[in-house]
């Protein structure tokens, strides 16, 4: 969603580059040190999107949700306060529902995004040595680029 809020402004490709290397980097889990995360929440901090006091209106929505979500995904890692993780949840679910508004009830993204937290609590849930990663990112990926493509239809 971040890409598609913030493509057209040229000023800000830079900051692609950055979100989509701390993504990257945030499916590596424990591969980064405690350290390196700190440097990631602190980064994304600095996007412009964590600066206002409130949510901006549109397509910047959706910018902003990315980037609260991913820093509060790295909040949980860097403090492992467990309500990072419902912080996290809740931009998921905002740009979900914004989805659904935007589209005018002819998807059902929130509803997508609640199962897909689900199942992913569930995968969660195991043994640590029986976790799939690649498989919640593969779905992961499967419903960002369906709700691009939604959001691209209304957009443009």
Request: charged fraction near 30%; glycine fraction near 6%.
């Amino acid at each position: 969603m971040f890409f598609l809020a913030i493509a057209a402004d040229d000023a800000r490709a830079g900051d692609l580059d950055t979100y989509l290397d701390l993504l990257e980097r945030l499916w590596r889990g424990p591969e980064v040190s405690d350290e390196e995360h700190i440097v990631f929440q602190e980064q994304l901090d600095g996007f412009p999107e964590m600066q206002g006091e409130e949510e901006p209106p549109g397509i910047l929505a959706f910018a902003y949700d990315a980037v609260a979500a991913m820093y509060y995904a790295y909040a949980y890692l860097v403090s492992g306060d467990l309500s990072n993780i419902t912080y996290c949840s809740n931009h998921m679910l905002n740009s979900a529902g914004y989805i659904d508004d935007a589209t005018k009830g002819h998807t059902s993204r929130y509803d997508e995004e609640i199962a897909a937290q689900l199942a992913d609590v569930d995968a969660l849930s195991k043994d640590l040595m029986t976790i799939d990663l690649a498989l919640i990112r593969d779905r992961s990926r499967a419903a960002s680029r369906d709700r691009m493509e939604s959001l691209r239809e209304v957009f443009q």
